[in-house]
């Protein structure tokens, strides 16, 4: 049994229990994996590619803790997904893209992305660019909201009848999600992006004169959010 298998198990009963409305992103993606950072094992061996190690080694102990639970989420989804044969070691499936800053499911040409917050962590595939951010709900979002609020979006909030903090953290990741599906900067994102319709399990996006979907859901103090570029 390799070290995803074990995770795997863990995994698969944390998802099932733990986030109702889970089902809703896994519904517009390829594959969904996100579990508790706590159930990680502390064993690196036989884990990680030769250039993942080298990443990792140059981390500190937390971006450590982070970048490994994004390695074992995107094995694992690459394993779901059946890209990868039964014999592979995980240290043999890729999960950092050539750039050594992107997510990838091995040599598949899939679109994926994944996202950490303190308590959890999120990888998703796709067959069309996505993004996917989580993000604790706290005061921090509430007290940098003049940075990437529009005064629409602001106003969007209050009519939404949603807790300011939540509507607010919200907003925040949805840009974040769409940077990493769209591949623009983050400050890019929050000028360009703009929340144009938001519901309680999907709002719309604008930019660049489309409009695309954001999925989102809450749980466990944080939000998701799931930004897909389908062919629309
Ligand atoms: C990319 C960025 C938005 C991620 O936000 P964050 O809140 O720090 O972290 P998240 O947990 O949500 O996401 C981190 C993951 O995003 C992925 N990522 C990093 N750069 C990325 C990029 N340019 N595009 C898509 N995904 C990216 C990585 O897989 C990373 O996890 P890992 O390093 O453990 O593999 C952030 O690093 C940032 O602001 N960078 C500045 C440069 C920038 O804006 N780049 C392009 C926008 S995505």
Redesign the pocket.
Known sequence: MSLTDINFEAIQKETSVSWPGIEHLRAACLGLVIFDLETLSPEEEGLFTTRELEKFLRMGRQRRK??KA?RVALKILSRRLGLIKKEVPDYAIET?GPDN???CLAESGLYC?????SRFVVAVAHRHPV?V??EGVSDRIQRIQHIFLSPGESQMISQSGLDFQVAATLVWSIK?AA??AL?????Q?VREVRVVKMGKEESSIRVQEKTYPARHIQGHGQVIALVTIDDL
């Open positions: 982070s970048f994004a950092l800053l992107k997510p992305s994944v996202s950490h917050s993004g951010d989580i974040e940077a990493k591949g623009l900067h983050l400050f994102a």
